[in-house]
Every structure is written in C-alpha cells, then in structure tokens.
C-alpha cells in the first residue's frame, strides 16, 4: 500500500515549477555555409566541376563565376551541389547562400583548370 | 572401537580430507580460469578490432589528407625570387613555390614565347602547379606565365522588387535601400526555367549578378526570381510632427496606492 501510495502521489506528481530549466523555443540558427568541393587552389584537368556544400535547409544558394550563374535550393538536409564548366586557366568559383530575410555569407574558391595533365 | 574400525574412520577422513579440497578447489579454479580465459579473449578480439578500425580511419584521413595536398595551383604576381623558391601575392594571401630541376617553365602569354627561371621576373602573374606540403610549400611540376586578369568588377545583390519600369526594376534590399538594375540583356530564371521579363512581378524576391555602373545602375548579367511568405517591412520613420509632439508630451509617473491593512 505504501508502495502504491508512492508510486501514485510522488513519483509521478506533475512538476510545480515548470520551464525551470529554460523556454521551450530554440534559439534562431545562425546562417552557415561550408563548401566541401572543390578545395581551394586545386588543380583540375576535366573543363567540369562539381560544387558541393552545406548550410541551413531550404535556402537560396547563389554559384557564380566570371561567366556563369546558377541558383540552387538546398535540400532538407542543407546539402547543395552545382556543375559548373570552367575555363581553361584560374577561375575564380564564388559561392553565396541567402537566409529568407536576405542575410548573406558567402565563400570564394580558385579552381586552376589545365587541359593536358602533368 | 576396534582397531579396524577406527582404521577405516580414519582412511574415509583422509580421503574426504584430501579429496574433497582437490574437488571444491579444482571446479571454482578451472571454472574462474575459463572465464577469465574467455574474458581475455574477448578483450584480445576487442582490442584487434579497434586496432584494425584505427589503421582503417588512419588510412581514410591519409587519403584524403593527401587528396588535398596533391594536384594544386597557386596563381598570382611574383614578390620575390631567389634560385630555388618564389613568392606569390595571390588572392589567399602570400604563398611560397619551391623550384628544383625538374619543374618546367612555359609561357601562355602571347608577347612571351619561351619563359624560364631566368627570364621570370617580380610582377609577373604566373601559376604554379604542382603538389603542397605540410607547410603549404608547393612544389611546383609546372609553372606558366598567364596574362594578368583584369580586375574582378562582377558583384550580385539580393532584394525585393517595389516596381518595374520598362527595363529598369527597382528593388529594395535588407538594409532598406532603393538599387535599380537595367535587365535589357540579362538572363532571367524563375523555378529552373528561362523566363521573359513579363514574368517579373512586384514584391517578387530576386538575386541578381551584375556590373554596378558609376550611374548606381546595375548592369544585370543574371536575375534569380522567385516568391516567398515574408514582405521586407519598410522601416518606420516617424513624421516630423509626431516627433515634436513626443517631445511636448510630460512623463507621467504612476501612482501607488498603499495598502490597508
């Protein structure tokens, strides 16, 4: 019976000081970019290239070089990737992920493209 | 009792004496040893695999330690050169490029046709490329001399469009500030598909690349459009009436009433 007693009234008794151990809500995330592909400074003998990275899901992810523009979503899981065709020599590949309130961050990679292989 | 009697009492107490110890003493000896053996195989096998899981990853991050280390360019004017190293100014801040016997020189510049450590000289935009070290030395296979590129004026911006006047949209951007960008030969997309200016409504949101003109006009290469929940709010400025109102307004402070007891 006291068993019963405890289980009922005290082990299981609602708490009277709820939140005590903070708000419910989460803090905003802050607006991260990584670019695992291509390493910057690296040297390529194929005139594609594939982009690739990571940031917050379901954002716009802006892949610009001299020449070319492109703009990807991320998928839910922050991933992203862009094949971008490079020119012959230094290419300066720029890529930039926008939040939904315009904030930006952005990350540059240079990209040597040389036909013949050494 | 008789001697024969107490013979045989004694001969059962001397074996139960001898014989019981070596029976209790045996069963627990080898029962603790083969756990113990057992354990100690497991902790052996434990420790193989881990080792063996440990090489594995060492391998994985070597490979790719070296993936990165391997077939790298570093691009930009020469600062300094001795026999053996050159220095670079690139966009990533000074880099060092070691030379020896085996790297070749090669000129992609048309005013210079055959190009060596000889002729390279401080200002000349070259890339060097080859493999990195753990200093971030490159060690250069190849180096070629390229014409200086000419400085990068392309920027993009993103924004909200508050009105379109035949080829001259005006947006506004996060900080609240009005930029016009001239679309006439500019490549505009909307959800993956090439589309004409037409379908470019107000409040659609935009990213644009382009050349920023000395007029402020943006000269746009490529517009992103596309549609989102959210509206910029513009911010609110009060008018100068309501601001010399403020000002006239006398604080007020509240009263408290005191409690009876």
Redesign the interface.
């Known amino acids: 019976m006291g068993g019963l007693y405890y289980v009922l009234n005290v082990q299981y008794q609602s708490s009277t000081t709820p939140f005590l151990s903070g708000p419910v809500t989460s803090a905003p995330k802050s607006l991260s970019l990584e670019v695992t592909d291509p390493s910057d400074n690296r040297l390529v003998f194929k005139t594609n290239l594939l982009v690739s990275g990571k940031t917050l899901p379901h954002l716009k992810v802006l892949i610009s070089t001299s020449e070319q523009d492109q703009v990807v979503t991320s998928s839910a899981s922050g991933s992203f990737s862009a094949s971008l065709t490079l020119n012959e020599g230094p290419n300066k590949i720029s890529v930039t992920v926008f939040s939904d309130s315009g904030e930006e961050k952005t990350i540059i990679k240079n990209v040597f493209y040389l036909k013949e292989q050494i | 009792m008789r001697i024969r009697e107490k013979g045989l009492v004694l001969c059962i107490v001397g074996l139960l004496l001898f014989v019981l110890p070596l029976i209790l003493n045996s069963y627990p000896i080898s029962h603790v040893y083969a756990a113990e053996n057992s354990t100690s195989a497991n902790l052996k096998e434990k420790l193989s695999a881990l080792q063996k899981e440990i090489a594995s990853k060492a391998a994985q991050l070597k490979q790719e330690v070296n993936k ?1 280390l391997q ?5 930009g004017m020469v600062t300094l050169k001795s026999e053996a190293s050159l220095t670079l100014a ?3 801040g000074a880099k060092i490029v070691s030379i020896n016997q085996d790297s070749e020189f090669s000129s ?1 510049n048309k005013k210079i046709s055959k190009y060596s450590l000889k002729i390279l000289q401080a200002e000349d935009f070259i ?1 060097a ?2 493999d ?1 070290d753990e200093n971030g030395v490159l060690t250069a ?2 180096v070629i001399l ?1 014409p200086t ?1 000419s400085p ?1 004026v ?1 920027t ?1 911006l ?2 909200q469009v508050i009105s379109i006047a035949d080829e001259l949209v005006t947006l506004t ?2 900080e609240g500030k009005n930029v016009t960008i001239a679309v006439s030969s500019t ?1 505009l ?1 909307k959800d993956g598909q090439a589309v004409s200016l037409s379908q470019l409504s107000k409040n659609n949101f935009v ?1 644009v ?1 382009g050349v920023m003109g000395k007029n402020e006009i943006l000269t746009a ?2 517009v ?1 459009i ?1 549609s ?1 929940p ?1 509206f ?1 709010k513009p911010k609110k400025i009060a008018t100068p009436s309501a601001e010399s109102a403020t000002k006239s307004a006398k604080p007020t402070t509240p009263s408290t009433k005191k409690k009876s007891p």
Request: glycine share 6%; no cysteine.
């Open positions: 990165n077939n790298k360019a570093y691009v690139t966009d990533s992609n890339a490329l080859g990195v296979k190849k390229w590129p990068e392309k993009h993103w924004g951007t996060k490549d997309e990213i690349t290469d490529f992103y596309y989102q959210a910029l």
